[in-house]
């Protein structure tokens, strides 16, 4: 694979990863609890690479031309976006000094943030359109690894865009209660917006 493709790749992956949805309002809500937007963010590029992995085996073109396996992961994934909205309209985060965090909720974090990303058909629908496109099936490398390696360039970009919007959230946030119970419920909000969203092209197709 040559430079310019890689770098073709990353400016339109940085596009999507600078937008804000999901992964965004998950990061925050990491930030906004304490320590754990490390671990949220290692889930959220847990769940991409999953959904790179799938692409590059090929399973992905078998899912997303089965209708079936397409609704059940579209609605299993707006079912747990709206969970996860909804806890925290009604439990609004707000960052405490010194906060202690239990160790069991790193995993919780980490397994939340995979499902976060990794249930969400729209990044399984983008993995699918875009990483193919930039392959050459004519290069030295196989497609599934150039695949692989594209993925990998888009999860380094996630880690680098989720841990300054976690991190960033906290740093600004942490003084202001109020505003960061607004915040919370915000990111609780656009959850549940995606989610909706999710369900009525599920339900309109």
Same mark, same amino acid.
């Given at each position: ?14 596009? &999507? ?22 671990? $949220? ?37 707006? $079912? ?46 983008? &993995? ?5 496109? &930039? ?13 692989? $390696? ?44 995606? $989610? ?10």
């Amino acid at each position: 694979m040559s430079l310019s493709i890689f770098a073709a790749f990353w400016a339109v992956s940085f596009l &999507f990863v600078i937008t804000p949805g999901a992964d965004w309002a998950y990061a925050i809500s990491a930030g906004l609890v304490g320590r754990v937007v490390m671990p $949220a963010v290692a889930g959220l590029l847990i769940g991409h690479l999953l959904a790179t992995l799938i692409v590059a085996a090929g399973v992905g073109g078998l899912v997303a031309s089965n209708p079936i396996a397409l609704s059940v992961l579209t609605v299993a994934g707006a $079912a747990y976006l709206l969970w996860l909205g909804v806890n925290m309209l009604v439990h609004p985060s707000t960052p405490r000094a010194g906060e202690a965090q239990a160790s069991g909720s790193w995993t919780r974090w980490t397994f939340k943030g995979a499902c976060v990303s990794g249930l969400n058909p729209k990044v399984f629908l983008l &993995f699918l359109a875009l990483l193919p496109q &930039f392959t050459d099936p004519t290069a030295s490398w196989p497609v599934p690894m150039q695949i692989i $390696a594209l993925g990998l360039l888009h999860a380094l970009s996630c880690g680098v865009i989720y841990l300054l919007v976690g991190f960033g959230s906290r740093a600004v946030l942490q003084a202001r209660p109020v505003a960061a119970q607004a915040v919370s419920r915000l990111s609780g909000a656009i959850m549940i917006m995606i $989610a909706v969203l999710l369900l009525i092209d599920q339900i309109l197709r």
